[in-house]
């Protein structure tokens, strides 16, 4: 119709016509940005799983849009649920998993918000055989629940509050052989980062009850009453309860960051009996469940001026918590900072206070039971490569969720570094026989963790890259039996791999691929030609190239990827040459040391392995060291490190400028590091008379941590400092910390520490235990010093008290820690400006650090990441501090390390 008309007009009309369109699109267009833009759901993801792709609709009860599940899966079938199911519109559908062990969803959301995330199944009897099957359910990497039902009309949810670090979350449901897994909805609601607070990164909140109180209404109360999508049940009302209410609008009510909806706050119990105390109890599963609960009040009576309400809150026979005294149309929340465990049944017992002249109430109530989230996500740059290899080869294999863990679901042709403390890296990836095409796909080399790589019987065509003499840790190659398709010559680089590191390196059947220099025929002489020497043809299929142990190198920085912008991606090339070149340049004679030195004039101080000496080279101050060779074990071997140590960088670790071996004498010269060292600063002994605020004290440990993380992660092979302690931690002018002495101190006798083994190197008050023992280091024994450096940096106190009965730091703290006390483990001269939480964070992370058992410590990314997280809230609470009050607080909020305000009178 419109295209017959449209010949029939003027040009001019037609123009007129296309403006006029333009015109209405650009209203409908200004309409829907509207609309978008005053969407209350702004951030709520709803899935309707198994509606027909591309559908949507408005939920009819809290019009909340749910879209199809479809976009974020790519298997299962949607079932519908037979017509007379009268149930919510979310479950009329399900996605049902009948092929697949493990299927997995992946959904986009903003990584570091908090979200409430549900996932909801309902069974209503969709496959006709009356049995709802049992199943699992796991977030990522980590399994969240069990999902089973009572009856074929069970509804059951499982919900998780969860602060994702990445942009995505990868929900998967996983058939443990009862039942077909199925699911009816996922729903993530964003919420108040600083609500739901639990102690520990790792501890995820499962909601076990969630409860209203004191109604008749016999109601479940959720969006748009609550805010948040919460879905909140009545209480039974026990014999002994009385009810109050009132009626409020949500206008009225003052509400907290956890904002319990208006109409759940209206309502409150309160015991028959004035005398009488309010309680409520549940039972665990295991002794070993941890708990926690949120109590919400609001006064719900205008009290008279001759009343109050007043009461405590005790759990168990625990010390009780008050007096809480609600006020009217305020929401009071009430929840421990550590969770309860330790027994099977937990009774909480809120009782009026002597003086109060009314009973206690409660208005509402949630329980939740900490979930350990504990398995990290495989390296998230592993994860899009080894996607994006999928997608390349089109891979018809089960590859959904995380490719490395739970152990039991590893991607089928993967394996991982699985240790349970570091992030997982895909270490073999074996394709073989797997029907592949095409080139090969220059991605893989950036699987840098790739020790085993299998390409084998594939028709993989095209010229052997070089791209895969990036994969240093690469130990075996295998592309033999690509018949025809591979061509070329093997790469000069990859034959240097296989000559000098031992790379295996297996080319079998693949009669077009030739040596270097021998490619020079045409095509189509090869074939014939005898001169070509196919690497290897052997009869068996397999042959080896040369194995040659090489020597070990430091490589740094190669592995870690950094923005262009990133102050510290200058670091310097790693080719032979280039290091050849710098140590000669930074090698100096004992002449010029003592000019340097300006003839050992200034002592700078006396470390554990020599005299510190101030120095000028040309205009630029420096540290030197100078030892005795005698004091040294194995001198060449220590040469060759210092050596190496001159070219790792990292603007957390002092770095080694140069050295001086000349006869019996070796200086080591450093950068300078102007305000000493973090002993003398917490201690006070710092010349200067620098406080340091509970910001700078996390600045320093991050700092540190960085430094340390950099030496464990950033290095290859990974550099073990042994010797982390305060004394080693230097402060430069502006206050930056900088870890000194790394990968130096196995060389030397342990520092005054005569009744230790001196094949152990370290300092008595640092040593993790498991190595003094076993002897066998690893990087947790760094993990373990470092957590003992952070309780110091936390409370102040040396590693052993000066007291004669020479406590440990760590035993000082735990007992206090398990108390909940945290205001005597801080620095008392902080005198509590601090935020709670983030102590909290920062004294577990110390804990975690000096656990027993190493496999029990956190790595160094995971302790870097928590101290972050501490100061990034500690800095976020002095922000509010100071927009609430601008007179309390002058002290403008710097960024890290900057603050160099010297002198207590600063604050
Ligand atoms: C993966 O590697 C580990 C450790 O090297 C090894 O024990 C395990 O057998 C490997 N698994 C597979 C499926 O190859
Ligand atoms: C690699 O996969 C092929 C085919 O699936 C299998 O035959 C071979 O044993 C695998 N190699 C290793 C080391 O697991
Ligand atoms: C090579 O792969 C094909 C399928 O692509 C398979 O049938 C054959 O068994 C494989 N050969 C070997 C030696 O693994």
Known sequence: MSLIIVVYLTKQTVVGMFLHFLLVLLTVLTVVVLVQAQDPYAGFISLDCGLPKDSRYSDISTHINYISDAKFIDTGESKKLAE?????????????FPIGMRNCYRINVASGTKYLIRASFYYGNYDNLNKPPEFDLHFGPNVWDTVKFASLSHITDSEIIYTPSLDYIQPCLVNTGKGTPFISAIELRPLNNTAYITYSPKSVLSLFNRYYLGSTADKEYRYKDDVYDRIWFPFKLSSGWAKLSSSLNSDDLHQNEYKPPAIVMSTAVTP???????????????????????????????LAANETRAFNITENDHLPYGPVIPEYRVVNTIYDEIPYTGTKMYQITISKTEDSTLPPILNAFEIYKVKNFSQSETDRDDVDTIINIKNTYGVARNWQGDPCAPVNYMWEGLNC???????????????????????ISSSISKLSMLQYLDLSNNSLSGPLPDFLTQLRSLKTLNLGKNNLNLTGSVSSGLLERSKQDGLLLILDQNPNICEPGSCNQKISDRKKSNKIVPLVASVAGIFVLLVLVSGAAIICALIKKRKPQDGNSQVQSDTPNDSQLESKQRQYTYDDVVKITNNFNRVLGKGGFGTVYHGLIDDTEVAVKMLSKSSVHGFEQFLAEVKLLMRVHHKNLTSLIGYCNEGKDIGLIYEYMANGNLDELLSGKNSKGKFLTW????????DAAQGLEYLHNGCKPPIIHRDVKSTNILLNES???KLADFGLSKNFPSDGGTHLSTVVAGTPGYLDYEYMTSNRLTEKSDVYSFG????????????????PDKTHISQWVRSMFYNGDIKNIVDSRLQQDFDTNSAWKAVDIGMACVSTNSSDRPNMSEVMNGLKECLAEELARKKVGRCKSKKEDPIELVPLNLDIELGPQAR
């Open 84 to 96: 007379e199911n009268d149930i919510k519109q979310q479950l009329q559908y399900v996605r049902s």
């Open 272 to 302: 028959v009996n004035d005398s009488a105390p309010l309680q409520f109890h549940w039972e665990a599963d295991n002794v070993n469940d941890q708990y926690y609960t949120y109590l919400h009040f609001n006064e719900v009576e205008e």
């Open 417 to 439: 570094s699985l240790d349970g403390n570091n992030i997982p890296r895909i270490t073999s990836l074996n394709l073989s026989s797997s029907g592949l095409t095409g080139e």
């Open 695 to 702: 910001a700078d004290r996390l600045g320093i440990a991050v």
């Open 735 to 737: 206050f930056q910390a």
């Open 788 to 803: 003992v450096v952070l309780l110091e940096i936390i409370t102040s106190q040396p590693a052993i008290t000066k007291s």
